[in-house]
């Protein structure tokens, strides 16, 4: 009699030996071809989602199934534990932080678990532990010690309230996102690493990704932003100057005003004799400090009184400050072309400047531009004297060569990337390892006295960095001198965190961050899966991050990801109260899935405590996330389903490069297959007879499934093992059948693993299913020997018949001849000619 799965039992019960042989875990030492399999590292933020479930299905799919053929698999997990979200946590809870993010950590490494994911535990780390930061602040000495370090006064975000500075996404609508003070730009002392030194090689490399998908290269090209450009002085009315670099000086003769930066020398000059300037420069520095948040706001400008000569004779401009010119940008100066450049466009139309067309596509060639936005694609110069007539790049080069031989310019490549600034004015992160001193300036931690621990003892109820305001931590002895010093109270960006991780992954002694030789053993990874909103920063970081690394000596390695898969989203429908005139906070409106109630007719509603409905509004399908509330907590799912009908949910549905839809039915869907497939390794054996159409269709499926597997294509296996599995319920009793059942056992296990096991012990096969081979093809049964061929009569379809493979023409006419569709459709008549394409068509003439 067939049971059913007990999927909780075999769940725990497999997870538990797994466990306890440490089945997944990687030798270093191994004879077998090495495959270093990586998704990247979650936040600890309490719970793992949907997001996490599809994620590290997929690797460990792939993962189990590379240990099948025959690797020695890297399959690891840890924690990117330090952040800002764990601050948070302290200032509104009461908790510290390095007990909230451990208490987390210990959390979802049980969610992991439950889903049996073949990691491999025994290289667990945790970011925020000073095993792993103290090995980064010795990376960051070896960077420094090679001048790839270096501290330079720039812009930031300060909250004037918290007295701390902000990230870019925790400044909104121009205020600090916890205290709504309104966010000033201060100049601050930061410490940079030199990315921009690897400009050119970080584009170079990109080449040779072809691994990658194709849109995340070409964001990182975008993103480092290689552009030739003119870098020139315009001569100002009060007898001084303005330099300015442009990347189109091809647009030099449609420019109608020039701009600087609120902290250019010319604006604080000015600031320094007019009230008004003055008020205007203050009002500047509660704006962005980004180009994407520029690029946004509101364009504002301050017009100095001064103007500039157009160095080709075209007239004066005026000089504004004006608030979306920073002066970490370039020269802190531009010249403004609103015709070609929807920022200035934007600027001139406030303002009532020209704006006049120099570029131009087929026949709009007007000097007049009466368009609603300014026009930045391809074309020819007009309206543009001696340029008149070429194309962008030709007129570039003309005005370059013009400027240069006029000694007013000079030609020059610049890039959009700037140096990556570390510092980070918060308590949670790596503490940077440099001491300073009155008499010795900067100075580094010396080797011997790393790791610098945070302190335990800090408390969050006042504003600012608890660093800063320790009694003791940041009062030290000068390494050089002796004297009195301070620690730097700043940490680094937690995408330095993730910038090397994977490196320790592979190799983690206790006295080094890691062993050459044991690192190179394993890297680059071989295949990495994550989302695309990663595709720029931790990407980028971490390419830059490997160079530098083989920069100072320390790695023989510049890419350190072979593949790159950048998987779908998991999206839910989203609901909300129907309240009108609701004068809460928009969010508040947000319903979870689990809190509704069904009604009359399936109307859904809130239930509230008072014993009210408030009905409810269906909204957009969109990514899950906590703030809409449209989250799906997986241990419930894994409770009710069990680990394997979630995981091969994930699968089955999409493609993986996909979003994809959760759905109670989908879910009910895969464990009712996971059922079938109880079923079929319940079954009686019978242990004679053959089937050779099974058997080809066994072998195929093996061939398929590996294919699909090694592309990632995962839905098309397992829509493959649909397939098989129905031909094995249709099949009648055979050897063949029972051989079909044992296979399906190896083929499943790197989907649903738990199941697999359960079979593979009941069948008494011996071992483990997880250490077993993937199954060999026999390349014979894949060659088929029978083929479909179609008959017509005067080019119609009439009739398909399946014939030997290779049938002669005469036979092949014969048989289509005899066919009892084609007699009725002849209906008596002889063909005056038959046509036979062999092992396709047979087409008679009547």
């Not at 030609?411 to 940077?432: A, F, K, M, N």
Request: hydrophobic letters at 40%.
């Amino acid at each position: 009699m067939t049971t059913r799965f007990n999927a909780l039992k075999a769940d725990a019960h497999w997870q538990r030996v797994w466990d306890e042989r440490t089945t997944f875990a990687a030798r270093d030492d191994s004879p077998k071809p090495k495959s270093y399999v990586l998704e990247m590292f979650p936040y600890p933020s309490g719970k793992i989602h949907m997001g996490h479930v599809r994620n590290y299905t997929m690797g460990d799919v792939l993962a189990r199934y590379r240990r099948m053929t025959g690797h020695e698999v890297l399959h690891p997990m840890g924690w990117d534990a330090f952040g800002m979200p764990a601050e948070n946590a302290a200032m509104e809870k009461g908790v510290h932080p390095g007990n909230w993010t451990r208490a987390n950590i210990a959390a979802m490494k049980a969610q992991l678990k439950r889903l049996g994911f073949a990691l491999d535990w025994t290289r667990e780390l945790a970011t925020c532990e000073p095993d792993y930061y103290g090995h980064e602040q010795a990376l960051f000495l070896d960077f420094y010690k090679a001048g790839l370090v270096y501290r330079k006064e720039s812009a930031v975000n300060w909250d004037p309230v918290d007295m701390t500075v902000l990230a870019n996404e925790q400044v909104i609508d121009g205020r600090g996102w916890r205290s709504g003070a309104l966010v000033e730009k201060r100049k601050l002392s930061q410490w940079f690493l030199k990315i921009t030194q690897f400009a050119d090689e970080l584009i170079e490399g990109l080449g040779s990704l072809d691994q990658w998908p194709d849109k995340v290269r070409l964001m990182q090209e975008n993103w480092i932003g290689k552009s030739q450009g003119l870098q020139f002085r315009f001569a100002l009315s009060d007898g001084g100057s303005v330099e300015v670099f442009t990347t189109r000086p091809d647009t030099m003769f449609g420019a109608s005003f020039v701009a600087v930066a609120a902290d250019h020398p010319i604006a604080q000059a000015l600031a320094a004799r007019d009230a008004d300037a003055a008020a205007f420069v203050e009002r500047c520095k509660q704006g962005g400090t980004t180009a994407a948040e520029l690029e946004t706001q509101e364009k504002l400008g301050y017009d100095t009184g001064l103007t500039a000569t157009h160095p080709f004779g075209a007239g004066e401009l005026p000089v504004y400050i004006a608030n979306f010119v920073l002066m970490d940008y370039g020269t802190g100066a531009v010249f403004g072309v609103p015709a070609h450049d929807q920022r200035d466009f934007d600027f001139a139309t406030k303002y009532r400047l020209p704006i006049r067309r120099v570029v131009a596509d087929g026949d709009m060639t007007d000097p007049a531009f009466d368009e609603e936005a300014a026009y930045s694609g391809p074309g020819r110069l007009v309206n543009s004297h001696f340029l008149d007539g070429l194309d962008i790049d030709a007129a570039k080069s003309e005005v370059i060569a013009r400027a240069e031989a006029g000694g007013w310019g000079q030609g020059s490549t610049v890039y959009r990337l700037r140096d990556w600034g570390v510092s980070r004015q918060r308590y949670w992160g790596t503490p940077i390892p440099v001491i300073h001193c009155a008499t010795c300036g900067e100075v580094p931690v010396p080797r011997e006295q790393l790791p610098v621990k945070l302190p335990e003892d800090v408390t969050f109820d006042v504003p600012g960095n608890p660093l800063d305001r320790h009694p003791t931590w940041k009062h030290v002895a000068c390494p050089g001198c002796g004297a009195d010093a301070l620690r730097d109270t700043d940490t680094l960006d937690t995408f330095a965190d993730s910038s090397w991780y994977f490196i320790r992954f592979a190799s983690q002694p206790d006295d080094r961050p890691f062993d050459r030789t044991v690192a190179e053993s394993w890297l680059p990874v071989g295949q990495y899966i994550g989302g695309v909103e990663h595709a720029i920063l931790h990407l980028l970081y971490a390419r830059f991050w490997t160079r530098a690394l083989r920069h100072v000596g320390l790695i023989d390695l510049a890419e350190p990801f072979t593949g790159l898969f950048t998987q779908g989203m998991v999206t839910h429908e989203t609901y909300r109260l129907d309240i009108p005139d609701h004068d809460g906070p928009p969010g508040a409106l947000w319903v979870s899935p689990a809190d509704l109630s069904v009604g009359e007719g399936g109307a859904l509603f809130f239930q509230t405590e008072e014993g009210g409905a408030i009905p409810i509004i269906r909204g957009r399908v969109e990514k899950m996330s906590k703030s809409k509330k449209n989250t799906i907590d997986p241990e419930p799912i894994v409770d009710q389903y069990g680990a394997d009908a979630v995981r091969w949910f994930m699968l089955s549905d999409s493609p993986p490069e996909r979003d994809l839809e959760w759905s109670e039915n989908g879910i009910e869907g895969a464990w009712r297959f996971v059922q079938r497939l109880w079923r079929l390794f319940e079954s009686e054996k019978a242990g004679e007879g053959s089937d050779v159409a099974l058997d080809r269709k066994l072998h195929r499926t093996i061939a398929d499934v590996a294919a699909a597997i090694e592309a990632l294509s995962f839905n098309k296996a397992v829509a493959k093992l649909y397939e098989l599995v129905a031909a094995i319920e249709k099949a009648a009793p055979s050897a063949s059948r029972d051989t079909a059942i044992a296979t399906l056992m190896r083929l499943v296990a790197p989907m649903a693993p738990h199941i697999a096991e359960e079979a593979w012990a009941t069948h008494g096969a011996g071992g483990l299913i997880a250490d077993a081979a993937w199954p060999a093809v026999d390349a014979a049964l894949l060659v088929e020997d029978e083929v479909t061929i179609a008959v017509q009569i005067n080019g119609k379809l009439r009739d398909t018949l399946t014939l030997p493979k290779g049938l002669a023409k005469e036979d092949a006419e014969a048989a289509a001849l005899a066919s009892d569709k084609i007699i009725r459709a002849l209906d008596g008549k002889t063909p005056r000619k038959v046509i036979v394409v062999p092992d396709r068509l047979v087409n008679l003439v009547a």
